[in-house]
């Protein structure tokens, strides 16, 4: 199994033993990029604060450790957030 495959699926933030999504809450699956695959809970965002995507920070971007990478609602379907690059 790769990086990728152990990734997908899993909670961005999350614990590493604990990544599984939790019952109750709602995810957006982050699409493409450095994050592929892994769950973003966006049980407490409002959807106006969403609508301008998040920056998440990764180790795994273009930047290595202390980079960002922002990803954005997808306008046909807001449960996927598509990858619009990485920042320093």
């Known amino acids: 199994m790769d990086e990728q495959d ?21 995810y ?3 699409v493409a990029g450095p994050l592929d695959g892994l ?3 966006v049980t407490d965002r409002p959807a106006h604060t969403r609508a301008d995507g998040v ?9 290595g450790p202390g980079g960002r990478t922002h990803y954005a609602p997808r306008p046909t379907d807001p ?6 690059g990485d920042l320093p």
């Open 6 to 26: 152990f990734m997908r699926g899993r909670v961005y933030g999350a614990d590493h033993e604990d990544a599984a999504p939790r019952s109750g809450r709602r």
């Open 28 to 30: 957006a699956q982050l």
């Open 39 to 41: 769950l973003l809970d």
């Open 55 to 63: 920056v998440l920070r990764t180790e795994i971007g273009r930047y």
């Open 79 to 84: 449960d996927r957030f598509d990858w619009r």
